[in-house]
């Protein structure tokens, strides 16, 4: 598993991508307009607030390992000097899967790179190919197992709700994921973006986005794949920013607390199947580890309102308690 640091992301959107796939304009959903450069990296780090135990340094937005290597090596080199004195402990860094040769991981090693992402985004051919990705689920094999043989951490990126895509075929890939054991995962599912090939498609009827119900659903049953096989999920669902919450996000689910929706439609179905055990009670305390409260509880206390419309019940509260992660316990019932 891959420890929780502080994270001072530097974007590189578009830098490096050999293909357009048909979802993607990096420029809006970093909020970046300009690729980084060295002088991008010293001013992130030196203006980062002091942290007593570092940052880790994350080049997102783009195929990093794809750019021209003298490029990769400006910005390694850029961040070399703050790896020595520890104002950064770990970097990290996202890229295609059929742009991580050994020559490649061989490079990053000697800058002391530890985490690499690839963005897989499926495991299924045909979705591959109606979404521009330009590489094959052979190659997003290999690749993940050459990074893991490499000694670096490895952590896979998928999305739901592509063209050609389907809530078996996304749960077929989280297993295929799952398998290759990766130290977590990250889902995105689909948002379509102005400015983009998917823009398109989907203004002249050619595609039909995932709801942010639809994403929800699959969500939770994708979550409970990765939960069962000691995954992490890093995040599920873009991260908001200024440009898609202010309408870049034409359709699709995208949702600034989508994570939390996933993880509160979980808690949903684990308890409707708790309290369908202890019916016809109508009142219960149930407890839940004190860090999922919330989730628990829903948005609205969505989960809570549904459980006693369900089941009919006069009154249900959630208390913190001493369980595990996941785990709910009937503390009163009657």
């Not at 420890?3 to 001072?8: G, H, M, Q, V, W």
């Not at 974007?11 to 991008?40: E, R």
């Not at 898609?244 to 995208?254: F, I, K, R, T, V």
Request: charged share 25%.
């Amino acid at each position: 598993m891959i420890p929780k640091r502080c994270i001072l992301p530097v974007f590189i959107p578009h830098l490096g991508c050999p293909h357009d796939c048909v979802f993607c304009n990096q420029k809006k959903i970093s909020g970046q307009l300009v690729p980084a450069d060295a002088g991008t990296v010293r001013t992130a780090i030196e203006e980062a607030p002091e942290n007593s135990d570092g940052y880790e340094l994350a080049f997102y937005g783009g195929s990093f390992t794809a750019i021209p290597i003298e490029k990769q090596t400006e910005l390694l080199e850029a961040a070399a000097p703050y790896r020595k004195n520890g104002r950064i402990n770990a970097v990290r860094l996202s890229t295609r899967p059929d742009c991580v040769s050994e020559n490649e991981l061989e490079f990053l090693l000697k800058y002391g790179v530890e985490t690499i992402e690839l963005g897989v985004q499926s495991l299924d051919s045909e979705v591959l190919m109606l979404s521009g990705r330009g590489h094959t689920v052979k190659d997003c094999i290999e690749a993940a197992k050459r990074v893991k043989n490499y000694g670096f951490k490895l952590v896979l990126q998928m999305m739901t709700g592509l063209p050609g895509d389907t809530n078996e075929r996304s749960i077929k890939t989280a297993k295929a994921i799952a398998e290759l054991h990766p130290d977590g995962v990250r889902v995105y599912p689909t948002v379509v973006i102005k400015d983009t090939e998917l823009y398109r498609l989907w203004k002249e009827n050619n595609y039909k986005p995932q709801s942010v119900d639809d994403a929800v659903d699959l969500g939770a049953k994708l979550l409970c794949i990765f939960e069962k096989a000691g995954i992490p999920v890093i995040r599920f669902g873009l991260n908001p920013s200024e440009d898609l919450s202010s309408g870049e996000a034409a359709a699709g689910a995208y949702h600034p607390a989508l994570g939390q929706l996933v993880r509160s439609r979980l808690f949903l179905e684990r308890l409707d199947k708790l309290i369908s055990d202890i019916s016809p009670s109508t009142e219960a305390v149930l407890g839940v580890h004190p860090s999922e409260m919330s989730d628990a509880i829903g948005q609205h206390r969505c989960n809570i309102k549904s459980l006693q419309n369900k089941f009919n019940l006069k009154n249900i509260s959630v208390k913190p308690a001493d369980v595990p992660k996941g785990d709910i316990r009937v503390l009163e019932y009657k």
